[in-house]
């Protein structure tokens, strides 16, 4: 199914309609979530692509590395049109957008965190075969299937009751795959422009972005006084690497808390404590492993290793959760100047509502209201 | 991009989107060739391996859909065809006739035909069975395993990662071939065929 990609970007960089976009995402909800039921997505498949490079005995089928591999490639080509047209998630949070309420622009930066720390921990635990978190915590897939559980469905329903204000929360809040199409739609080579030829400052379009994504103009104090730069310059290059170290160390920390979940881990624990192995019931766990005839020591060598595992994990994950709080304030810092108003090419998803605002038409003419 | 040449600074950080452009691609390229090499052409489905399944019951309860996917085997070529059949009657069922009370199916799932005597043939009304394995157990530990549960994969959704492979004890859960999606034993030590 590779065709809705270059049709929504075509909707979007040439054609530049918000209709267009609207009626492929309506078309994809339909078909990719509730026709196809969801599974396999291009968010899960991110999973799928790590323990296909970890696991030597997992292959992955071509039809999810494709999911995975082809809306990175169309990003890099023309920014997130797969957000805009293609994803059901993202699709179904769009339909709802109704009253889009401004965000706090600090709060929003606590909370795009969030996307990638759950990046780490999904990539971690596919990476040591414990488990598929993306999918384990995917709020739509239930709605998809009409068969959510109770705190799924709960799950869900806030997400889009809240997303009728604060549109595509998921998207913004949650997507550990906006992480990646964030990072590629950042150097994209043709992007959604709000503007079909030059911006003429008229201030139109600045509140018709549901999701915050444009950049408005900065040019007061330009250029910026050349010590101040320097010294914020100084402060980044000691502060990234200190959180980078400090992430690390805390994730190291937490290894063995990470690694609860494990069920190799679990039954080591059981096994080892002589007071839980003979005062409760035998698990079911216990039983399988009795029957399968393995030697104890295997048993713990098995979780020694899944912790140790875990501890290299836990330091690669807090150092790049590190980094990237790091650099996320090393952003805040920094001043960039411009002199139109853009969107930002890693949170804008492409839904082009944003043009039909624009006044200026393509012949360079401002358009007559009637 | 119509700027470009004009201004240096505009020039250096087209080059630098270039750049940085370019190593995306040959990022993405290069996991792609690293996974494709591990890919194959076809589907995977979940499959459970009934010699190791320790009949635990989760996969009655476990799956995401409501009436869970996987179901009871019959596989004919090794049963007994028992009167006293250990998958179909309680532990102490005096009577061996079909009364429901007798039976060790919850949904009175499995059907029972008199063959010739003393054989009886055993079959899954499969729609009924919930895949609870208890069945499964009692053919275990008095009879010969012919009853086992496979995952049915007209049923099952196929989620990318199954729901009841993440709990099972046994660790029996794996992903299999689409084009060979059973895993049922066919023989035992027993039992040679
Ligand atoms: S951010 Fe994630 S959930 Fe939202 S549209 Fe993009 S891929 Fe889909
Ligand atoms: S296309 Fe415009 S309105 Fe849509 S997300 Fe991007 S900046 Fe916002
Ligand atoms: S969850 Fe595992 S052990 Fe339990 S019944 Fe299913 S296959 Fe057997
Ligand atoms: S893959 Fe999903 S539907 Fe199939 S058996 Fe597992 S949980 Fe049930």
Not at chain 1, 265 to 283: C, F, M, Y
Not at chain 2, 16 to 21: D, F, I, M, S, T
């Amino acid at each position: 199914m590779p065709w809705p990609w270059p049709l929504v970007s075509w909707l979007v960089i040439k054609k530049r309609s918000r209709t267009g976009v609207f009626w492929a995402s309506v078309f994809s909800l339909a078909y990719f979530g509730f026709y196809r039921q969801g599974c396999v997505c291009s968010i899960g498949a991110i999973q799928n692509v790590t323990l296909a490079l970890f696991e030597q005995s997992y292959v992955i089928p071509l039809a999810v590395l494709a999911f995975f591999i082809l809306p990175l490639v169309f990003t890099l080509f023309f920014g997130r049109t797969f957000c805009a047209g293609v994803c059901p998630f993202g699709a179904m949070q769009d339909l709802v957008a109704f009253r889009p309420q401004k965000t706090d622009p600090r709060l929003n930066a606590i909370l795009g965190v969030i996307p990638y720390i759950y990046l780490g921990l999904a990539v971690l635990y596919a990476a040591t075969g414990t488990d598929f978190i993306i999918c384990r915590y995917d709020p739509f897939v239930g709605i998809f299937r009409f068969n959510a559980t109770f705190g799924m469905f709960v799950f869900a329903g806030t997400l889009l009751i809240s997303g009728i204000f604060i549109a595509r929360p998921y998207c913004r809040y949650l997507c550990p795959y906006g992480v990646l199409l964030n990072w590629v739609s950042r150097v994209s080579w043709r992007h959604i422009t709000i503007t079909p030829t030059e911006c003429i400052q008229c201030r139109l379009c600045e509140e018709s972005c549901p999701y915050d994504a444009i950049d408005m103009p900065v040019t007061d104090g330009n250029p910026e006084e050349r010590l101040v730069t320097t010294r914020k310059l100084i402060l980044i290059c000691l502060l990234v690497p200190f959180f980078a170290i400090l992430g690390g160390w805390t994730g190291s920390r937490l290894h063995e808390t990470l690694a609860g979940d494990s069920p190799k881990v679990r039954l080591a624990k059981t096994l080892a404590d002589p007071v839980k192995s003979r005062h409760q019931p035998e698990t079911f766990e216990i039983t399988a492993y009795k029957s399968s005839g393995k030697p104890l020591a295997q048993v713990y060598d098995d979780a020694r290793s899944v912790l140790r595992q875990f501890y290299f994990g836990g330091w690669i994950l807090g150092c790049f959760i590190g980094l990237v709080f790091g650099i996320i304030l090393a952003g805040r810092l920094l001043t960039r100047y411009r002199t139109d108003y853009t969107p930002n090419r890693g949170a804008c998803y492409s839904c082009a509502r944003c043009v039909d605002y624009c006044p200026v038409e393509k012949n360079g003419l401002v358009k007559m209201e009637s | 991009m119509e700027e470009t040449g004009k201004d240096p600074k505009l020039n250096r950080r087209e080059f630098l989107a270039k750049g940085l452009r370019v190593s995306a691609l040959v990022g993405i390229g290069g996991l792609a060739v690293l996974t494709v090499k591990k890919s194959l052409a076809g589907e995977t489905v979940w499959q459970l391996d009934p010699s190791k399944c320790i009949q635990c019951g989760r996969c009655a309860t476990n799956c995401v859909l409501a009436h869970s996917a996987v179901r009871c085997t019959h596989v004919y070529a090794m049963c007994g065809y028992c009167d006293l059949c250990g998958g179909y009657f309680k532990p102490g069922t005096k009577t061996l006739n079909t009364a429901a009370e007798n039976q060790l199916c919850p949904t009175n799932a499995i059907k029972r035909k008199f063959v010739e005597d003393p054989f009886f043939q055993y079959s899954i009304d499969e729609p009924l069975c919930i895949g609870c394995g208890k069945c499964v157990k009692g053919c275990g530990a008095f009879g010969n395993g012919s009853l086992q549960l496979q995952v049915r994969h007209s049923i099952c959704v196929h989620c990318n990662q199954c729901s009841i492979a993440r709990s099972c004890p046994a660790d029996a859960f794996s992903r299999v071939p689409a084009g060979k999606p059973y895993l049922l034993k066919q023989i035992t030590l027993e039992n040679p065929k």
